[in-house]
């Protein structure tokens, strides 16, 4: 009989390309994917793999056994969710993904609140770059921004909530030196794998970019006076360093979103979580809007 987590593994591999690259994303060691992938090879009598200097390929026997690893991935999803579905219980995990600013600058004070209204159930708040996979259970909500209303997976269920602007920021300090006719560069602040927007091209600069890699470092660099740059409202507005670049307008970013998936969002603490985040969402609508503050 086929062990359902030997093919969890063979699924890891091929998908990544590298014992490597499975081992960390099925957060383990190298030696735990080697084993289970030779106790796969066993149970088939086949070789699954072929070790090259690029990585891990499949083999002949390895292509046709995909296929089918690939159809009880699904069946084990929909077995999994459609159990949860019945779970009516206010207890157990629940993981949320979000990108790092939401979770950091708005909504971790209403996660704390909720946290403390259901103590017997256990948080996990995935807040990274990388968008958790909702279909594959990696999490069981996701709150995401969407520019385009299309691009939302059909099978994913979303509960809409308020429009998210940004703006262009400098420090206040940068600002009144900038205005006394300082002769110091002002200079884009930028995330390396984004640059400046196009909304933005028309505001003038005198110093090359400065570029950072995350956006902690970008909301640092930007109140240590070293030029410009775009940022959420709810992150920019609420920063007493921080002030809108005078003759610069709103963008918006897009809608943020509640999305669960399928029998999950059935569960209870699901359901008590997407209607209270919802509902604070709701009252932050004028921070996310940019109408919290006046404009400089």
Same mark, same amino acid.
């Given at each position: 009989?086929?062990?359902?987590?030997?093919?969890?593994? !063979?699924?890891?591999?091929?998908?990544?390309?590298?014992?490597?690259?499975?081992?960390? #994303?099925?957060?383990?060691?190298?030696?735990?994917?080697?084993?289970?992938?030779?106790?796969?090879?066993? =149970?088939?009598?086949?070789? +699954?793999?072929?070790?090259?200097?690029?990585?891990?390929?499949?083999?002949?026997?390895? %292509?046709?056994?995909?296929?089918?690893?690939?159809?009880?991935?699904?069946?084990?999803?929909?077995?999994?969710?459609?159990?949860?579905? #019945?779970?009516?219980?206010? @207890?157990?995990?629940?993981?949320?993904?979000?990108?790092?600013?939401?979770?950091?600058?708005?909504? +971790?004070?209403? !996660?704390?609140? !909720?946290?403390?209204?259901?103590?017997?159930?256990?948080?996990?708040?995935?807040?990274?770059? %990388?968008?958790?996979?909702?279909?594959?259970? %990696?999490?069981?909500?996701?709150? @995401?921004?969407?520019?385009? #209303?299309?691009?939302?997976?059909?099978?994913?269920?979303?509960? $809409?909530?308020?429009?998210?602007?940004?703006?262009?920021?400098?420090?206040?300090?940068?600002?009144?030196? &900038?205005?006394? *006719?300082?002769?110091?560069?002002?200079? &884009?602040?930028?995330?390396?794998?984004?640059?400046?927007?196009? &909304?933005?091209?028309?505001?003038?600069?005198?110093?090359?970019?400065?570029?950072?890699?995350?956006?902690?470092?970008?909301?640092?660099?930007?109140?240590?006076?070293?030029?410009?740059?775009?940022?959420?409202?709810?992150?920019?507005?609420?920063?007493?360093?921080?002030? =809108?670049?005078? *003759?610069?307008?709103?963008?918006?970013? *897009?809608?943020? &979103?509640?999305?669960?998936? *399928?029998?999950?969002?059935?569960? $209870?603490?699901?359901?008590?979580?997407?209607?209270?985040?919802? =509902? =604070?969402?709701?009252?932050?609508?004028?921070?996310?809007?940019?109408?919290?503050?006046?404009?400089?």
């Amino acid at each position: 009989m086929i062990d359902w987590d030997d093919v969890r593994y !063979f699924l890891a591999v091929a998908r990544g390309g590298s014992v490597r690259a499975a081992a960390k #994303r099925l957060v383990v060691n190298h030696a735990t994917v080697l084993r289970r992938i030779a106790q796969l090879e066993d =149970r088939l009598g086949a070789q +699954m793999f072929e070790k090259l200097p690029s990585g891990y390929r499949l083999t002949a026997a390895g %292509e046709e056994v995909l296929e089918l690893a690939e159809q009880m991935e699904v069946s084990s999803h929909q077995l999994e969710t459609r159990v949860l579905g #019945r779970d009516q219980s206010v @207890r157990g995990l629940l993981r949320v993904t979000l990108a790092p600013t939401l979770a950091t600058y708005l909504l +971790m004070p209403d !996660f704390a609140d !909720f946290a403390r209204l259901h103590p017997d159930i256990e948080m996990e708040i995935l807040s990274s770059g %990388e968008l958790a996979n909702l279909t594959n259970r %990696e999490a069981d909500v996701a709150i @995401r921004v969407v520019y385009d #209303r299309k691009t939302l997976p059909l099978n994913l269920h979303g509960l $809409k909530g308020p429009e998210l602007f940004g703006g262009v920021y400098m420090s206040r300090d940068r600002l009144a030196a &900038w205005r006394t *006719g300082a002769p110091d560069p002002i200079r &884009w602040i930028v995330i390396s794998s984004h640059g400046i927007p196009d &909304w933005v091209r028309e505001v003038r600069t005198t110093g090359v970019p400065f570029r950072t890699t995350d956006g902690e470092a970008q909301i640092v660099a930007v109140r240590q006076g070293i030029g410009m740059t775009t940022l959420p409202c709810f992150v920019g507005d609420a920063d007493p360093l921080l002030v =809108r670049v005078p *003759g610069t307008s709103l963008h918006m970013y *897009g809608t943020v &979103w509640l999305l669960t998936q *399928g029998e999950t969002r059935k569960t $209870k603490r699901v359901r008590l979580f997407t209607e209270f985040v919802s =509902r =604070r969402l709701a009252a932050h609508t004028p921070l996310l809007a940019g109408l919290s503050v006046s404009r400089e």
